[in-house]
């Protein structure tokens, strides 16, 4: 007779029944939850096993029940855990929400393609085999190793919450290397090339994007903050650009020394008193946003197409570095929380350095001019 076997055990029996076209499953009174419930556990096909292995084999789930086990609620617990879609979108982004600035980002990147691999996928049945297999083939695929290395950081962040929650038991994630390739780029102007940008910028055409590029060249702030800066930040008398948490990248408040440069935007931008933001669109009257697009047209009329609006925050840290000024200096300047990433700029010292070694020639071609004779104990400089 062909099809499949059960094996009905308890803790009291255990009884081989064969059953067509079926396959063979081990049948057990749940002892566990005092209802007295039948459960099944599939064992094998009949064209596999004989009856004398089921019985073998059945003794294992047997034993494990008499310990106290529960194969089938260790299986309803694995079912019951929510799948990475649906704990993404309810657990994760409203967590993140109020408290990453970069949580928009997330959803971006989530449905591009972690959806489509994990998201059906339960909590529990996530491998860190799977997402190294994912994080490889998102550079594979074309991407950045910086972009491939995001959407680990991503997952590794989601499901460390998951743990936190009691949600999962462990992050499949942790540990897993990322790419970290320098892949930063930085456009450093020289002398021509930082007037022809000047010039340009200068003209004032069209005025509002050029002083917010003089002001960003001027005082080393990121776009987003002065493009959010307001009037009520501006000390003129204590020349010092006070940046809110709200508009710091480190979410805390910092202040930006205003050089002459930088009083010379204020002055020529022209919304002091009329607008609560420094920077406004002079045709909706609301604070100006885009600027990207006014900036490509800008930099191709410098010969400087490559120049981004972030390179202008570089260039005012050379031009600190270059003037002799520390690290520590920069690194307050630009609001750096990590001194790692302001050593980036340590390249730049490298003409003060080597005017600064210079004094030490100088030094000793100084005392190569001097005789000394020796008589006795005495020494003569001639």
Not at 45 to 66: D, N, Q, V, W, Y
Not at 155 to 178: D, F, T
Not at 261 to 279: H, P, Q
Not at 373 to 378: F, L, V, Y
Request: a positive charge.
């Amino acid at each position: 007779m062909t099809g499949v076997m059960k094996v009905r055990y308890c803790n009291y029996e255990m009884t081989p029944i064969v059953i067509p076209n079926c396959q063979i499953k081990a049948q057990a009174n749940d002892v566990l939850d005092g209802n007295k419930k039948t459960r099944h556990q599939w064992i094998g096909h009949t064209s596999e096993i004989t009856l004398g292995e089921a019985r073998k084999r059945a003794k294992i789930p047997k034993a494990e029940i008499a310990l106290g086990s529960d194969p089938h609620g260790e299986e309803h617990a694995r079912k019951a855990v929510i799948n990475y879609t649906d704990f993404f979108n309810d657990h994760y982004l409203p967590f993140v929400k109020p408290r990453k600035r970069s949580w928009d980002r997330n959803e971006e990147l989530f449905p591009l393609r972690i959806k489509d691999v994990f998201g059906n996928k339960r909590l529990n049945e996530i491998t860190r085999q799977q997402i190294q297999i994912f994080h490889a083939s998102v550079k594979d695929g074309g991407l950045s190793a910086a972009s491939a290395d995001h959407h680990l950081k991503l997952i590794r962040h989601s499901l460390n919450l998951a743990v936190e929650w009691n949600m999962l038991e462990r992050n499949p994630a942790a540990g897993i290397k990322q790419f970290n390739e320098d892949n930063k780029v930085e456009h450093y102007l020289n002398y021509e090339e930082l007037q022809r940008l000047v010039s340009v910028l200068r003209a004032n055409d069209p005025s509002m994007v050029c002083q917010v590029a003089l002001f960003l060249l001027s005082t080393g702030a990121r776009l987003s903050e002065a493009l959010n800066a307001k009037w009520s930040d501006i000390d003129r008398r204590s020349l010092v650009w006070r940046i809110p948490a709200t508009n710091s990248k480190s979410k805390r408040i910092r202040a930006i020394p205003l050089n002459d440069s930088a009083i010379e935007v204020l002055d020529g931008v022209g919304t002091e008193g009329k607008f609560g933001y420094l920077f406004i669109n002079l045709q909706t009257k609301e604070r100006l946003t885009g600027v990207n697009k006014v900036w490509g047209r800008l930099r191709v009329k410098a010969g400087l197409p490559h120049l981004r609006l972030h390179d202008l925050r570089h260039q005012f840290a050379s031009f600190l570095v270059n003037a002799g000024h520390t690290l520590y200096a920069v690194q307050k300047i630009l609001g750096h929380s990590d001194a790692k990433v302001t050593e980036r700029y340590a390249h730049l010292s490298s003409a003060t350095l080597l005017a600064a070694s210079g004094s030490v020639s100088a030094a000793m071609r100084s005392a190569g001019k001097v005789n000394v004779k020796q008589q006795g104990d005495e020494a003569v400089t001639e």
